[in-house]
């Protein structure tokens, strides 16, 4: 049973414009939740983080919204561009495990056309 | 600049076959985890070690055994390699996470059980 879930296997967005990524989880013992961001070939990269006692952060272009109440995540990308095509996964941190056992969803591809 | 470092990109193993996954990391960094990524599945959490000489079981550590000898090195071992094995496995390192560091993830290994 996934706790952590990317509901949407691929997105296609145009260039400029805004790419909503979506992530949904089943347990409230999270302390923290995570974007990481993964070319071909390549390992993920962290994005972006958010802590379980916000509800927003912002980093540039990249911006996570959480809603604890309805246990969904978002990552809001403005303007998207042709280099923001990769696979992004959602993970989160259960409590009380030391931050070891980040659980991940099963990833987004994410296509912006030029 | 964190460096992760797996020394197989590619290997193709026989059934059977024992297999040594090696990782890596220039950062000093107290922990290192074992990821495979699988399609539709994420990352999955095979072992993790937070010291030399020390190992914990991820969720799917059935098949796998790990070792670390030395802090900057993390070593996976497929005792008898399964086709089901067929996986892009994930050396990842950390410092302490409970003060919210991210993970760093290698490039991958690509395996191939046949």
């Known amino acids: 049973d996934q706790q952590v879930k990317q509901n949407s296997p691929s997105l296609s967005v145009q260039e400029g414009r805004i790419s909503i990524l979506n992530c949904d989880y089943t347990n409230s013992m999270f302390d923290y939740f995570l974007w990481y961001k993964k070319y071909p070939a390549e390992g993920p990269t962290f994005l972006i983080s958010?802590?379980?006692?916000?509800d927003k952060n912002e980093d540039g272009r990249f911006t996570v919204f959480l809603n604890k109440s309805a246990k969904h995540l978002s990552l809001h990308i403005v303007p998207s561009q042709p280099g923001d095509s990769a696979v992004y996964f959602c993970?989160?941190?259960?409590?009380?495990?030391?931050?070891?056992?980040?659980?991940f969803g099963a990833g987004t591809r994410l296509f912006v056309k030029a | 600049d964190v460096k992760v470092t797996q020394s197989s990109r590619y290997l193709v193993k026989r059934t059977g076959e024992k297999v040594f996954l090696e990782c890596v990391q220039d950062?000093?960094?107290?922990?290192m985890f074992w990821y495979r990524q699988d399609p539709g599945l994420g990352l999955r959490l095979i072992y993790f070690?937070?010291?030399?000489?020390?190992?914990e079981k991820g969720d799917i550590p059935e098949g796998y055994s790990v070792s670390r000898e030395k802090k900057e090195r993390f070593s996976l071992i497929l005792e008898s390699a399964s086709t089901n094995q067929t996986s892009m496995y994930l050396c990842?390192?950390?410092?302490?996470?409970?003060?919210?560091?991210?993970?760093?993830f290698g490039e991958g290994s690509w395996l191939t059980v046949v």
């Open positions: 990842a390192s950390s410092g302490q996470l409970s003060s919210g560091n991210t993970i760093y």
């Open positions: 950062m000093d960094h107290e922990n």
């Open positions: 958010i802590s379980s006692i916000k």
């Open positions: 993970a989160a941190r259960p409590l009380n495990t030391g931050g070891f056992k980040t659980i």
């Open positions: 070690s937070y010291d030399v000489k020390m190992k």
